[in-house]
């Protein structure tokens, strides 16, 4: 495993699971928790690492703080393959492990979904994202994370004069974000022009039936069996032409490598961490605007707070909405006045609150 940085947020804890009678590794870091127990994904990939995982429940602590919950930030990765045939003895060994961890509240995360936490709840009395048949707001089904994407595209597109009705918008990854963002911003007029998945990706200039190829990916598994449209690379999506690019799922896709080939005017991260530092960087001097992971795709756990409240699903959209929007602003207007980053300006607003809640503990 890797060395984790330290610095002063946190992380507080960092656990390793490993069980060879079980043939489980995992990780679970919480990083913070000044602002209340943590909160964040589990997520199942063969290639998870801890240095993964703590830089994603960073992106909590400041996700969950910038959008006013009353949770810290954590994650863990299970170090599987995501379609393992023992999933749920896997996940049921995983949450006996953690039981104790009550500093941690798992949501679901890639490879990882609503039954799956309902073994996690089974077992240790706390999850998030739990089906509705037992009271949950079932965060993937309802597309929450999808539906604050649109929400973040409404208040970003006039600050890059992009007209959402009719915008182009090409996603990488079609899972749960993917598929929800291109739907809710259907809703809004935007078209979507091109998609991937771990297979490959399709791309047609004129549009993209949404329906079409919503039945593709559920019958056929994935996104390049569409007919109409052009064949490519998982990773050309983020370079074809377009208003708006989303990425959709794995971390570190937009790099040195792709940045100066990126034509899209805004970049609405919903995946966690999609981009470099330095990328992220090279976007601002290029002039395109590029919301943070923390700000755009905080709609799950917004909704996994409301569930852990045991608010409604209205109540969740509602939130989901007025927080998403009102973040989408106050950065983008930090950004502009101050000359920095976005990412920079919603760190020193996520970071002060933590730090205020830190005072008050002697940890
Ligand atoms: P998912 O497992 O439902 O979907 C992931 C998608 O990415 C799949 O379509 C998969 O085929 C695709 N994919 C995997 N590797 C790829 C590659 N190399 N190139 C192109 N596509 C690839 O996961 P999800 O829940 O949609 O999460 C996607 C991302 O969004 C993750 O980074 C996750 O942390 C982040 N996120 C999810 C939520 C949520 O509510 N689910 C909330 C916030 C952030």
Redesign the pocket.
């Known amino acids: 495993m890797e060395n984790v940085k330290t610095d002063e947020l946190g992380p507080l804890k960092i656990t390793y699971l490993h069980s060879q009678k079980a043939d489980l590794n995992a990780v679970i870091v919480v990083d913070n928790t000044a602002l209340g127990p943590s909160i964040g994904?589990v997520?199942v990939s063969p290639s998870v690492s801890a240095l993964e995982v703590a830089r994603?429940a960073r992106t909590m602590t400041l996700k969950n703080s910038i959008a006013g919950l009353p949770h810290g930030g954590g994650k863990a990765g299970i170090i599987a393959g995501?379609r393992r045939a023992d999933k749920e003895h896997m996940f049921r060994v995983f949450a006996k492990l953690i039981r104790g961890l009550d500093e941690y509240i798992p949501?679901?995360?890639?490879?990882s979904?609503e039954q799956c936490m309902e073994w996690v709840h089974e077992e240790t009395g706390r999850a998030t994202?739990l089906p509705a048949e037992i009271g949950g707001l079932p965060?993937?089904k309802y597309g929450?994370?999808g539906f604050g994407l649109s929400e973040c595209a409404q208040v970003a597109c006039p600050y890059v004069e992009v007209e959402l009705e009719g915008a182009k918008v090409a996603l990488?990854?079609?899972?749960?974000?993917?598929?929800a963002a291109a739907s809710f911003l259907a809703k809004k007029g935007a078209v979507l022009v091109a998609a991937?998945?771990?297979?490959g990706?399709v791309f047609n200039g004129e549009g993209l039936d949404l329906e079409e190829l919503l039945e593709i990916?559920k019958g056929t598994g994935?996104?390049i069996n569409y007919g109409d449209a052009t064949r490519m690379g998982?990773?050309d999506?983020l370079t074809v032409p377009c208003d708006i690019l989303i990425p959709?799922?794995?971390?570190d896709?937009i790099s040195m490598d792709n940045v100066h080939s990126i034509k899209a005017r805004l970049i609405l991260q919903?995946?966690?961490?999609?981009a470099t530092n330095e990328a992220e960087q090279e976007l601002a001097r290029m002039g395109i605007l590029c919301i943070p992971?923390f700000i755009a795709?905080?709609?799950?756990?917004i909704?996994a707070a409301m569930e852990y409240a045991r608010k409604t699903a209205e109540d969740a959209f509602k939130a989901i909405s007025d927080r998403i929007r009102q973040n989408t602003y106050l950065i983008i207007g930090k950004s502009r006045s101050e000359n920095k980053l976005p990412r920079t300006a919603a760190e020193e607003i996520a970071k002060e609150r933590v730090f205020e809640a830190m005072k008050a503990r002697d940890y």
């Open positions: 994904g997520r994603l995501p949501g679901p995360d890639m490879g979904d994202g965060l993937d929450a994370t990488h990854g079609f899972g749960n974000v993917g598929r991937s998945d771990s297979q990706a990916k994935s996104v998982a990773e999506v959709a799922a794995t971390p896709v919903g995946a966690n961490i999609p992971d795709n905080a709609g799950g756990v909704m």
